[in-house]
């Protein structure tokens, strides 16, 4: 289910999925099916609070898996909390990548350079160093800047 869904809605992250090692395959599409989850909140409803109340269910979900008290019985949520478990991902991190996604429910068009750079970071440059986690435990550190920029480039493009 999980491969299934980054493999429909995400298709260039699965196809990239599969050169990953295998142990670190699972990880990465739970992380990505986390990240379509919360991507396509906006297309599913039809008013900014009912998005708003979706994402407010994630960050409670998070809250629970950091706090040791499982995952809701999602899916995605179960195998987000195994790659939580598995990695140490940062809690800040994924709770950016929700809520930056607010600025979806709204059809604003994004103000200046700079919030579209602080946004891709907290989404697209978000989700590549959380991926360099899984992929390259503690020496994923070395790729934080590459990731912020690669993001960046790559929710530009």
Do not use: K
Not at 37 to 66: C, F, H, K, M, N
Not at 67 to 87: F, N
Not at 103 to 121: H, Q, R, V
């Amino acid at each position: 289910m999980i491969e299934d869904l980054v493999r429909t809605h995400d298709r260039d992250r699965y196809l990239a999925s599969l050169f990953a090692p295998d142990a670190a395959r699972p990880h990465l599409f739970a992380l990505y099916a986390f990240n379509v989850e919360i991507a396509r909140i906006a297309a599913l409803v039809s008013e900014p609070q009912l998005g708003l109340i979706r994402q407010q269910w994630w960050l409670d979900t998070l809250a629970a898996i950091y706090q040791g008290q499982g995952a809701a019985d999602h899916p995605v949520a179960v195998a987000l909390a195994e790659t939580i478990a598995a990695h140490r991902l940062p809690r800040a991190a994924l709770e950016q990548l929700i809520t930056a996604r607010a600025f979806d429910f709204y059809d604003d068009p994004m103000p200046d350079s700079a919030a579209l750079e602080t946004y891709l970071g907290h989404t697209q440059s978000a989700l590549m160093q959380l991926g360099a986690i899984v992929l390259c435990g503690t020496e994923a550190a070395q790729a934080a800047e590459v990731s912020g920029l690669a993001g960046v480039a790559y929710g530009a493009g």
